[in-house]
């Protein structure tokens, strides 16, 4: 341990190094396509905390993780400061008398030759062979006392070696030594490692660096027989490993098998991908790899690598590696690394337009990202939703075009399009606040919940299938093709973007597949503002922990952060603020106050737990409206008009017990007709709305609702269950059969009564039965969308969005008050959500700081 009497400094020092570890640690990407693992920042946070003891000179617990690992005794097992120490070692440890260096190789291998003062002798490996070492000429080169590096897959060619190959070159040379060098070969998927059953000539290098994402944390090892590695011991320096590095290192043997798996998975794609891709590009060669880099040769008399590196760091930022100092290769050949899909895609596009760019001309235009701004959140009902509209309609305001789009939404509430295409609510008011039409494009996947583990699955407006969520993870990546090219057409067709997350980035579980939040940004290019509610508590820990949770590249995607829903003077929070700059390096761009009774359509039914809906007017002025809280609830939205409404108190009811008192009953939409309606009888709504219905309540059902008011619900096709009929609540002489193909359309009707004209959309897949029925709602080519019972007190229809029509809803309402004995009004409010909108917005323009945002985007 330090001294006490030094602890204060070395504390300071320990802070110091957190931040300087961090920092090298967000070049992680540039190794490791996946970036640092969290279960290895989290060992990194703990040993960054534990910095004041000395390291261990022996690495004795490393060495015990790394020989249990490889089924070698200790003694076999030798840690260094990075696998170029221990190669550096190598020469001054063995008595050679000479070094063989198959060409191309890495550069270091001649360096610590050289320092050893051994003669080097290269191999040259030929291009038209791929660069690949013929090793029958390796056997016949070598002598008695001769050492060679061997690169297993080769630095900078990515060629390896058949694995049996080169262990029965190894045993053929028994007096040589072998050096193979492993440090790439975590990155391949098909070549086997000489670490197990390793002849007594052979060294394997391996390093941690490389595969696990920690430049800066050098770490490697080597594995040979026991007087080899006791002789390099003796060549190192003592405390070469420090306290850090032998922290991480133990980690990752102990905790990195499925990160392992999953880099070699995605590097297998993205290299096969990405050589596909160069390939295709006019002069260049493309050599084959098994590492998670690409050697390429430039067919150009014009161009050597060295100035198309700059040129391309100049025009695109992009870093390749020029090879002109490799032995055996030239100025005509570089190196590229393989990264995540939207990297490479950019660096081809840099390619093609570096070396041919008049082809490239078109392409480059097509592909160019539009400013793009995304809100993602702490969690769900942070207020992403409708923070996105407010910054479509403020871009609207300052004069562009706008579009919003959220790639995959898990929604309750679902409208239809004029094209009769299924979306979001939430996308429908944002846009609105863009002035355009709905367009799937917008809200390119929609799933519906209908179970605690499935959902329906929309796609572009259309249903694909019922699906669980193994199923779905399987169908993501068809159905991100679909959104990535739905929002490619929608940015074509504006200026700036505004996209909405899904929950929240930070759900690691889902990180892999995700195509809602960082996975969308990035192919948007777009950035990132975090949103917090404050009005639940915990929201500087969650912007922390959010931060902590992402990956390198994904953070730097980030800008900042918002504060949403703060009942209070902003001023406040003013040290808070200042911590989390302090805790994630980003700033606070504005806290958006709490905005009481806004408008809106609200996201989806967890604002039932979250807002106070049961606190309209009460009295005698107002009349009282329940809605069944239905286990499967779905588009609660069309009841929002209602709630606008001054006299009209609008109640979410769980328990058949909070039904006294109402004056109508409202039973909405299901995402599972069947389910709910086993659920009105086990839990005694049954008896209870039939015991309203006799005493003359109206009572009105929508869509799935105006189904249970029915006598049967037959699914013969088990498209919500496996049960193959449900009772209904036998107050409407209706019988429903749901079909496989569901119906999708925006109509206009009539009321029959009043003959008030009506607007809205059907979803439902039900065919009902309406013959013995007396009609109430009229769609305009003369079928029946509603029927009602002989007393006129109980109706339903499928015409979602009824209510929102101003004629109607006063006539409704005004009905309840007559039967109140209150006096009916001669109107009541207009249903626009345009002064919401504007309301929303001007809120968020005076707290947000909008100039930063833009200038972030590329704006102004």
């Avoid at 540039?30 to 390291?55: Q, S």
């Avoid at 320092?115 to 191999?123: D, K, Q, R, T």
């Avoid at 509430?413 to 944002?430: I, L, P, Y």
């Avoid at 309209?616 to 779905?634: F, Y």
Wanted: aromatic residues 6%.
């Amino acid at each position: 341990m330090i001294p006490a009497r030094h602890g204060g400094n070395v504390w300071q020092l320990a802070k110091a190094a957190s931040v300087s570890v961090k920092k090298l640690l967000d070049f992680s990407a540039n190794v490791n396509p996946l970036g640092l693992p969290d279960w290895l920042r989290i060992t990194i946070d703990a040993a960054i905390g534990d910095l004041v003891h000395y390291p261990d000179p022996g690495c004795a617990e490393l060495v015990e993780s790394l020989a249990k690992h490889h089924g070698e005794e200790r003694q076999s097992v030798l840690p260094g400061n990075g696998s170029a120490e221990l190669l550096s070692v190598i020469p001054r440890s063995i008595d050679a008398t000479r070094v063989l260096l198959p060409v191309p190789c890495y550069v270091d291998y001649r360096a610590v030759a050289e320092s050893a003062g051994i003669e080097v002798v290269p191999l040259r490996a030929e291009a038209r062979n791929g660069f690949r070492l013929d090793l029958s000429l390796l056997i016949e080169t070598l002598r008695a006392r001769d050492l060679v590096f061997i690169g297993q897959p080769n630095n900078p060619s990515g060629t390896a070696l058949d694995s049996e190959a080169l262990r029965g070159a190894a045993l053929a040379r028994a007096e040589s030594l072998f050096v193979v060098d492993e440090a790439f070969i975590d990155f391949s998927q098909g070549v086997a490692s000489l670490a197990c059953a390793r002849p007594r000539n052979v060294i394997v290098i391996r390093s941690f660096t490389k595969i696990f994402a920690i430049p800066g944390l050098r770490l490697g090892y080597a594995l040979a027989a026991p007087e080899i590695i006791a002789r390099m011991r003796e060549q190192l320096p003592p405390w070469s490993v420090n306290h850090l590095a032998q922290r991480v290192g133990v980690a990752a043997i102990e905790q990195g098998a499925e990160y392992l798996e999953r880099t070699r998975a995605l590097v297998s794609e993205q290299r096969g991908r990405l050589s596909r891709a160069l390939a295709a590009i006019k002069d260049l060669t493309v050599y084959p790899s098994e590492a998670n880099f690409i050697l390429l040769g430039l067919e150009r008399d014009d161009l050597d690598a060295e100035r198309l590196a700059a040129r391309l760091l100049a025009s695109d930022g992009i870093a390749i590696r020029a090879c002109a100092n490799v032995e055996g290769l030239g100025p005509s050949y570089f190196r590229v690394a393989v990264r995540q899909a939207e990297d490479n895609e950019r660096l081809c596009d840099a390619l093609q337009r570096a070396l041919n760019p008049r082809n490239a001309r078109c392409r480059r235009a097509s592909i160019a990202r539009k400013p793009a701004l995304m809100f993602q959140g702490t969690s769900s009902g942070a207020g992403k939703s409708l923070l996105t509209a407010a910054f479509c309609r403020i871009l609207l305001e300052d004069g562009y075009r706008v579009a919003p789009f959220k790639s995959q939404n898990m929604s309750l509430n679902s409208f239809v399009t004029r094209d009769g295409g299924e979306m979001g609510r939430a996308q429908v008011v944002q846009a609105q606040a863009c002035r355009l039409q709905p367009d799937v494009r917008m809200n390119p996947i929609l799933l519906k919940p209908n179970s605690d583990t499935g959902a329906q699955v929309i796609v572009l407006g259309k249903p694909v299938a019922n699906m669980n969520v193994e199923r779905y993870i399987r169908y993501k990546p068809e159905a991100f093709i679909q959104a990535k090219q739905a929002y490619d057409d929608l940015a074509a067709e504006n200026d700036v973007m505004v996209l909405e997350g899904a929950g929240s980035p930070a759900e690691v579980n889902l990180a892999r597949h995700d195509i809602a939040n960082m996975g969308m940004a990035r192919h948007a290019n777009a950035r990132v503002l975090i949103v917090g509610d404050i009005d639940r508590g915990g929201v500087f820990a969650a912007f922390a922990g959010t931060m902590q949770a992402l990956g390198e590249s994904d953070r730097s995607r980030v800008s900042g952060f918002v504060v949403n829903r703060f009942r209070g003077r902003a001023e406040l929070l003013d040290d808070a603020l200042a911590w989390v700059l302090r805790a994630t390096g980003l700033p606070v761009l504005g806290v958006v106050p709490y905005l009481a009774r806004l408008g809106l359509p609200e996201e989806d039914s967890v604002v039932f737990d979250q807002r106070e809906r049961d606190s309209g007017p009460a009295g005698d002025g107002a009349v009282s409206i329940g809605v069944v809280q239905l286990p499967h609830i779905s588009n609660f939205t069309d009841f929002d008009a209602l709630e606008s409404e001054p006299d009209v108190w609008l109640r979410f009811l769980k328990r058949p017990e909070q039904l006294d008192g109402i004056d109508a009953l409202l039973i909405p939409g299901s995402k599972n007709v069947m389910a709910d309606a086993a659920f009105f009888r086990e839990s005694g709504w049954s008896e209870a709305i039939s015991a309203l219905a006799k005493k003359g309540i109206e009572i009105v059902g929508v869509c799935g609702g105006f189904q249970l008011l029915g006598k049967e619900i037959d699914d013969p096709h088990g498209i919500e269950c496996a049960k193959r009929s449900e009772r209904g609540l036998g107050l409407l002489p209706v019988r429903t059969t749901l079909e496989a193909e569901k119906i999708l359309c925006c109509v206009e009707a009539r009321h029959l009564g009043t003959g008030y004209y009506l607007r809205g959309y059907e979803i439902h897949h039900g065919r009902t039965e309406v013959a013995c029925a007396s009609a109430v709602i009229e769609r305009s080519d003369g079928e029946i969308l509603g029927v009602r019972d002989a007393s006129g007190r109980v109706w339903g229809s499928y015409l979602h969005g009824l209510f929102d029509a101003d004629d109607f809803r006063r006539f409704f309402v005004n009905g309840l008050r007559r039967r109140r004995g209150l006096e009916p009004l001669a109107s009541g409010n207009r249903y626009d959500i345009e002064p919401d909108l504007k309301r929303l917005a001007d809120a968020v323009r005076s707290n947000l700081d909008i100039g930063l945002i833009y200038r972030e985007i590329g704006l102004r």
